[in-house]
Nanobody
Framework: QVQLVESGGGLVQAGESLRLSCAVSGSFFRRNVMGWYRQAPGKQRELVATITPGITTNYADSVKGRFTISRDNVKNMVYLEMNSLKAEEKAVYYC?????????WGKGTQVTVST
C-alpha cells in the first residue's frame, strides 16, 4: 500500500554533509508519521529522526543539532539533512512511514563515512 524509495546515500569524509531523500507513494502521505532510521553492521536499527503530520520533529540525542528532518506534502517527499557526519554514523539509512498503525520501510540507502 505504501512504498518508500530512498536516495542520496554515498561516500563522504568525516565532517562533511549529505542529504537523503525519500519518495513516498500513496495519497495518505500527509497523515503519516515519517522517520529515518539507521543500522550499522552488527548493530540494531536505531531511530534517527521523526516528523509528524503537524511538522513536530524528534531527534536522537546523538544527532540533535546536526541533522534536520523535513517533509514536502506537495511532492510526497521526506528529507534528512546530515551535517558534520561522524565515522561511526556509517550505516544503511532507512525511510519509515507509519500509516494507520502499520510501519512501512524502504530498502535503505548506504551512507559511508571515511576517516
Amino acid at each position: 500500500q505504501v512504498q518508500l524509495v530512498e536516495s542520496g546515500g554515498g561516500l563522504v569524509q568525516a565532517g562533511e554533509s549529505l542529504r537523503l531523500s525519500c519518495a513516498v507513494s500513496g495519497s495518505f502521505f500527509r497523515r503519516n508519521v515519517m522517520g529515518w532510521y539507521r543500522q550499522a553492521p552488527g548493530k540494531q536499527r536505531e531511530l534517527v529522526a521523526t516528523i509528524t503530520p503537524g511538522i513536530t520533529t524528534n531527534y536522537a540525542d546523538s544527532v540533535k543539532g546536526r541533522f534536520t528532518i523535513s517533509r514536502d506534502n506537495v511532492k510526497n517527499m521526506v528529507y534528512l539533512e546530515m551535517n558534520s557526519l561522524k565515522a561511526e554514523e556509517k550505516a544503511v539509512y532507512y525511510c519509515n512511514a507509519q500509516e494507520r498503525g502499520v510501519n512501512y520501510w524502504g530498502k535503505g540507502t548506504q551512507v559511508t563515512v571515511s576517516t
